[in-house]
């Protein structure tokens, strides 16, 4: 079975500070991990995947995640917060469970970036 | 290229009534998935789809019901609306079968009243 938990509902920042989404995973199997955005009435983009190859992941708008095995963790980071990164963000694990992927998605960080 | 077109965007229907919701996936797409998504319970996989076939399906009663075409669009179905049922139902596309690597659309939002 996997299971993903976002450590935090909600995180502010001012802009220009460092961004830290946390997320930590639960998976019997090598898992896919993903980040995805979702602005206000909109469906959710990729931010980036990690699947097994290079541990520091990099993404679009310059966000990256580390995977970490020893502390089934895949933290969010962003050196420098723009007002547009305000969103909700979904950690999503997916592994090869009975043949079949099916991602199970984190209940969401709300990213407030205040001016 | 054009995304994943979702239709309607926005409906209200009653207890009682039926919902189908439809789903264009980006061209050459072969898999849909679909997920409710709601402040209580996050967001849960429905079922998806690949080639026609239903491939998984998530943990939802036998009312929600799916299908996919041979153009690869997709549509889902909900019986018997319950309030409970109130959502932003997301479709998301990918070109094999489903990896979590998702296209999605912006949702069709369902209120029952």
């Known amino acids: 079975a996997q299971s993903v938990t976002q450590l935090d509902s909600h995180v502010s920042v001012s802009e220009g500070t460092p961004v830290l989404l946390r997320c930590n995973y639960s998976?019997?199997?090598?898992?896919?991990l993903f980040w995805y955005v979702q602005h206000p009435n909109k469906g959710l983009q990729l931010l980036l995947k990690?699947?097994?190859?290079?541990?520091l992941v990099k993404g679009i708008n310059g966000f990256e995640a580390e995977f970490k095995k020893s502390e089934t963790s895949f933290h969010l980071t962003k050196p420098s917060a723009h007002m547009s990164d305000a969103a909700e963000y979904f950690c999503?694990?997916?592994?090869?469970?009975?043949?079949?992927?099916?991602?199970?998605f984190g209940r969401g960080t709300s990213l407030i970036v205040h001016p | 290229k054009a995304g994943v077109t979702q239709t309607p965007r926005y409906l209200i229907k009653t207890r009682g009534q039926q919902v189908t919701l439809s789903c264009s996936p980006i061209?050459?797409?072969?898999?849909v998935s679909w997920y409710q998504q709601t402040p209580g319970q996050g967001l849960q996989f429905l079922f998806e789809?690949?080639?026609?076939?239903?491939?998984n399906k998530g943990n939802f009663p036998g009312r929600f019901s799916g299908r996919q075409f041979s153009n690869s669009r997709s549509e889902m179905n909900v019986s018997t609306l319950e309030l409970g049922d109130s959502a932003l139902y997301l479709c998301?596309?990918?070109?094999?079968?489903?990896?979590?690597?998702?296209?999605f659309g912006e949702g069709s939002r369902l209120t029952v009243l």
């Open positions: 998301a596309s990918s070109f094999g079968q489903n990896t979590g690597e998702l296209f």
């Open positions: 998976s019997s199997y090598s898992p896919s």
């Open positions: 990690y699947t097994s190859a290079a541990t």
């Open positions: 999503v694990v997916s592994d090869r469970a009975g043949g079949s992927y099916i991602p199970t």
């Open positions: 061209s050459g797409h072969r898999s």
């Open positions: 789809y690949f080639s026609e076939t239903q491939r």
